[in-house]
């Protein structure tokens, strides 16, 4: 859920650290004025795809809704709405806007389980069937791609069925959720979907569940507010990049099969008073509450899900969460698997079981990290140059609180840095080194601007 939010509005968190050692001499690029500003706000961007004609779709998820803007940004056209009953919804939840083929695009209609395609002049052309049609409803709150090939990659969703007994007192049995989930290849023409590798999600998280006299579940979740994870992406020519939490660098599947692995990456390693780590549990405590209360209403009877370092309950698909685990009473599997929540309620042999509210409780402070960790979920973004930008979550080059990325080539090696305006975080990328910028708040609403590395900046895309 914070994932999502984080994701959407392009808000992120930089520490400036004062590092322990040099650092070797990377260059430090800034960015030219921005060339162009929307004069609209957008509730929460989640993405953005420039077209051919230097035309952007704007996915805004605040607003449910997909907007085509000119070039200079002066006007704007609605093209998915989140209006109830029309051809092309939007729908209730975040949906994310895929790269694909030719310069077009996919979104995903999680109604009909299904993509729309959109068109390089950004119109609504047809719509096609996924590989595994079910999956879709799992990618509002994290990235998907196609590779060279026109085949979709997507972090899957791990779920675990869990059998309970229906008779009241009995003990269920432990379930301890997987702290990784798979990164899946969907072949649209043989309909095949294969794992190509795995992604570090959680650490330190343990969960507990006791069925009590009157039949429902207690579910007890003992959270590390501060997760070791991993993040990835695929570039522009297919490779697809792991950027590695525990030592921060980068593994490499690329196109032609062959796999490498990048050296360590400087990182600025800051460390973490008691104070520091009792401020984040009271933090992480506030974010997961929230969360919990206003999904609940969305919840499907008897599934929870996780991911992203923590655990969601309800939501109905759009969480983010990499791991469902659903619980049933003897007598079969039941349920479609959908994501879900804590709820109230009985069931037969064979359906969902009911669960009372998830109690949540924290590791001790001396089990959290004493340094932070080098990224979070969200952090690795691949341009249209073929390089992979990473945000990690300290930089001794920070100013004044602006952040600054990390910019690594193919190779997994870190040949510039690039330091945006404060306030700004980086929401997408054309050709030629062209980002976009999104600023702004909830309250006032986000705004997208154009801009690029001053000087042209150092390419490296080998």
């Known amino acids: 859920m ?19 050692i040099a650092q070797q001499k990377v260059p430090m690029m800034t960015l030219a004025p921005s060339s162009a500003k929307t004069l609209e706000s957008f509730g929460a961007i989640l993405g953005i795809r420039q077209l051919p004609s230097g035309a952007v779709l704007v996915n805004d998820a605040g607003r449910r809704r ?16 989140s209006a109830a009953g029309a051809a092309n919804s939007y729908g209730p939840r975040p949906a994310p806007l895929i790269a694909y083929l030719g ?103 343990r969960m507990n569940m006791d069925q009590g006299p009157d039949g429902k579940l207690q579910i007890k979740m003992v959270v590390n ?95 983010g969460g990499a791991i469902a685990i659903e619980i049933h009473r003897d007598g079969g599997g039941g349920g479609g698997g959908a994501m879900g929540g804590a709820v109230m309620g009985g069931g037969p042999p064979g359906q969902a079981m009911s669960m009372g509210a998830p109690k949540i409780e924290f ?18 973004r691949a341009d249209l140059d073929g390089n992979l930008w990473i945000l990690p979550t300290t930089s001794a080059q920070s100013q004044g609180g602006e952040l600054v990325y990390d910019v690594v080539n193919k190779s997994g090696e870190l040949f510039q840095r690039v330091r945006v305006p404060q306030g700004r975080s980086i929401v997408g990328f054309g050709r030629n080194g062209v980002l976009y910028l999104v600023s702004g708040d909830r309250t006032t609403g986000f705004y ?12 490296a895309t080998q």
């Open 2 to 20: 914070k994932r999502a939010a984080l994701i959407a509005t392009g808000i992120a968190l930089v520490l400036v650290v004062k590092p322990a």
């Open 66 to 81: 997909l907007v085509l803007l000119d070039k200079s940004f002066a006007t704007s056209t609605v093209v998915i709405d």
């Open 103 to 205: 310069d077009s695009s996919l979104f995903v209609d999680a109604a009909s389980s299904s993509l729309l395609v959109i068109d390089p002049n950004g119109k609504v052309g047809r719509v096609m069937a996924a590989p595994r049609p079910g999956d879709l409803r799992f990618l509002g709150g994290s990235q998907a791609y196609v590779d060279d090939k026109g085949r979709l990659l997507y972090r899957g969703v791990q779920m675990i069925r869990q059998t309970a007994s229906q008779l009241p007192g009995v003990k269920v049995a432990p379930v301890q959720p997987p702290d990784s989930a798979p990164i899946l290849r969907a072949d649209f023409d043989t309909r095949q979907v294969d794992t190509v590798g795995r992604v570090k999600l959680s650490s330190g998280t």
């Open 225 to 319: 507010p501060l997760q070791t994870i991993d993040d990835w992406a695929v570039l522009s020519d297919g490779t697809l990049a792991f950027v590695r939490g525990h030592d921060y660098h980068v593994d490499l599947l690329h196109a032609n099969g062959t796999v490498s692995r990048g050296a360590k990456l400087p990182f600025d390693w800051k460390r973490l008073t008691d104070e520091n780590k009792q401020q984040l549990v009271d933090s992480a405590r506030t974010v997961m509450e929230t969360a919990m209360k206003s999904t609940a209403s969305n919840a499907t009877p008897g599934t929870m899900t996780f991911g992203d370092g923590a655990m969601s309950a309800g939501g109905g698909g759009g969480g």
């Open 363 to 380: 590791v001790p402070l001396k089990e959290i990290a004493d340094y932070y960790p080098a990224i979070r979920a969200g952090a690795a």
């Open 448 to 459: 997208l601007e154009r801009s690029s590395i001053a000087g042209g900046g150092a390419r």
